[in-house]
Nanobody, 119 residues
Framework: QVQLVESGGGLVQPGGSLSLSCVAS????????MGWYRQAPGKQREPVAS???????YLADSVKGRFTISRDNAKNTVYLDMNKLEPQDTAVYYC?????????????WGQGTPVTVSS
């Protein structure tokens, strides 16, 4: 089993910065991908960023040039560094981890941390 705990959400003004962290614990030996999804009020959950254990990264077009994802395998932690935040970034951000167990992929989710961008 894997437990994911997010932190770092809060209220920030447009143009500001915020950093999110997600720590994985439990059976973490076979984590292949870690990343972030977000869900705004009245909208579907969407992928924001992810990083593979090989170092490959993905960023949604809406956040390219503003967000950066990184991973510390030794600490089992993934980070999302958000800059130049816009009101459209307001959402609950969820940490995601993908594990390869018995040659099958398994998804785990955190509880989410809210981010509000408002003046």
């Amino acid at each position: 089993q894997v437990q994911l705990v997010e932190s770092g959400g809060g209220l920030v003004q447009p143009g500001g910065s915020l950093s999110l962290s997600c720590v994985a614990s439990g059976t973490i030996f076979n984590i292949t991908d870690m990343g972030w999804y977000r869900q705004a009020p009245g909208k579907q959950r969407e992928p924001v960023a992810s990083i593979r254990n090989t170092g490959y990264t993905y960023l949604a077009d809406s956040v390219k040039g503003r967000f950066t994802i990184s991973r510390d395998n030794a600490k089992n932690t993934v980070y999302l560094d958000m800059n130049k935040l816009e009101p459209q970034d307001t959402a609950v951000y969820y940490c995601n981890a993908v594990l390869l167990i018995s040659n099958r992929l398994h998804n785990y989710w955190g509880q989410g941390t809210p981010v509000t961008v408002s003046s």
